[in-house]
């Protein structure tokens, strides 16, 4: 049987685009991307690159008060959002050119329209036309989700707050994951008064509980009105705001709402359930961990199967994929040890377990130190830093690596590299310290917080 290509695939964000991209120009694969939307996925368009600059712009006020403690003659005025929104869209468009002439290069053809899946082999554009490949990859990423109750409230979500024409004198956000934590402190610190409501007893749950304790405390400290325990249970429009009665506390009125309660795998009518395909909790197109489906034509990659929805995963994920079906190396990515960071303010960088998760698996030692550093201790403040190492006892393994710091991201990469190599604490410990840094706590840490088991 012959196929107009050997490979198609459907969404041009991070995942499909480095699949496209490998199979075609490293490959020799026949291959076209169908993207319905801007091309680069949410990474590039509404989520990781304007959240990133937004970070930047909001750390600006707390860096001029503290250059004022330094001796500066430092004011720093209002912010010109629209200034600053206009940039921030041009360079927008500039990345998502970018991603477009790097498929164009590759030889990869570009179908700007949203495409289904019709049969094992069959792709239909939106204008009725009809494709055939040898395989088809479905990477259609995920969209932010409003409980049910709230959806025709005119809340916003990620998705709108890159969009918003002002920034509003106050907002409401709701959730404690990556999302509603990271924009918190961003809105703080753009110096809209912030109020985050989260359902559980603190943020970010899943990652380690000191850190996770740290944060609160910071961002709080930041100014960010963090309420725990704390959910809508009404809510209206009023004079062009909106009042919110929350489950506790008393009621208020903010000019925004955002929405940060989780996202939801892209694969509504994709077609996939009349081909028999039958899909996961919450949406997610199942696969194995060389991202095929049940059908064996049919692969999936990034945030459409909801594994770890990360860019760097799923651009393993999509460039795995391309290694296997078209490199002739079966090759999938192990999604066992994923550093990642958290941009609130201060920043999180995070790998392995958490001090919960690990002692539940055996013997663990505990290093942890929480201090002043030096650039703002210098000028009175109180803000404080975490660094984490969660050790073995029988193998002396590195397990897990914690740190709640400015530039806390930056950090974790380089620590990710001998924890990934399988580092011990005597590795660590025989590392020369470079001093005067934060990040010297990670090799200088000689006596263990707290151990657990025998
Ligand atoms: P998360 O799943 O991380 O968090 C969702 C939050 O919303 C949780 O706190 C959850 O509470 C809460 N929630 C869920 N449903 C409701 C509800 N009905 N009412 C009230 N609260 C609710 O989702 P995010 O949207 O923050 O992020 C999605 C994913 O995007 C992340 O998991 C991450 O993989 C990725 N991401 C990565 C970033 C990075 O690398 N820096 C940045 C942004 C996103 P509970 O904890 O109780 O379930």
């Given amino acids: 049987m012959t196929f107009d290509y050997d490979l198609f695939v459907i969404g041009g964000g991070s995942g499909g685009v480095r699949a496209a991209r490998i199979a075609s120009s490293q490959y020799g694969a026949k291959v076209a991307l169908a993207e319905e939307y801007r091309m680069g996925g949410t990474c590039v368009i509404r989520g990781c690159v304007p959240k990133k600059l937004m970070v930047f712009a909001s750390s600006f006020p707390g860096e001029v008060a503290d250059a004022q403690a330094y001796g500066w003659d430092a004011q720093i005025g209002a912010l010109d959002w629209q200034a600053f929104h206009t940039r921030l869209r041009a360079e927008l468009t500039r990345l998502e050119g970018a991603y477009r002439g790097n498929l164009e290069r590759a030889g990869v053809t570009i179908h700007d329209s949203r495409a289904t899946v019709t049969g094992p082999h069959e792709v239909r554009l939106a204008d009725g036309r009809e494709v055939t490949a040898r395989h088809i990859l479905i990477a259609t990423g995920g969209r932010p989700v409003v409980p049910e109750k709230w959806r025709d409230a005119g809340c916003m979500t990620s998705n709108e707050v890159f969009e918003m024409p002002a920034l509003p004198k106050s907002i409401l956000i709701v959730g404690g994951g990556y999302i509603a934590s990271e924009f918190a402190c961003i809105l703080n610190g753009l110096g809209v008064e912030t109020t985050q409501f989260y359902r559980g007893a603190q943020i970010l749950r899943g990652f380690d509980e000191e850190a996770r304790g740290h944060i609160a405390g910071e961002m709080v400290a930041n100014g960010v009105d963090l309420r725990l325990g704390t959910d809508i249970l009404e809510m209206e429009r009023r004079d062009g705001q909106t009042w919110v009665k929350p489950t506790t506390g008393a009621a208020a009125t903010y000019d925004a709402v955002m929405f940060a309660t989780g996202r939801r795998p892209n694969s509504d009518d994709l077609g996939l359930e009349a081909l028999g395909l039958k899909l996961g909790p919450n949406g997610a197109i199942p696969v194995d961990r060389y991202s095929q489906t049940a059908i064996p034509s049919i692969f999936a990659v990034g945030d459409v199967t909801d594994r770890a929805n990360l860019t ?143």
């Avoid at 799923?314 to 078209?326: K, N, P, W």
């Avoid at 995070?350 to 929480?370: F, K, N």
């Avoid at 029988?394 to 806390?408: P, S």
Wanted: with cysteine; net charge negative.
């Fill in 312 to 454: 760097p995963v799923a651009i393993r994920e999509g460039h795995a994929f391309a290694d296997t079906v078209f490199g002739g190396k079966p090759t999938f990515f192990d999604h066992g040890l994923i550093p990642t960071a958290i941009f609130t303010q201060p920043e999180f960088g995070t790998i392995g377990l958490s001090e919960e998760a690990a002692r539940d698996q055996g013997p663990v030692d505990v290093y942890c130190a929480a201090f002043r550093p030096m650039r703002t201790a210098f000028i009175g403040r109180d803000k404080r830093t975490m660094m984490k190492l969660i050790v073995c006892r029988q193998t002396d393994k590195v397990l897990g690596c914690h740190i709640v710091a400015d530039h806390a991201g930056e950090m974790i990469q380089l620590a990710a590299v001998a924890i990934a190599m399988g580092a011990s604490k005597a590795d660590f410990d025989r590392t020369l310290a470079v001093h005067p840094t934060m990040a010297e706590e990670l090799v200088t840490m000689r006596t263990a917080t707290r151990s657990y088991g025998e």
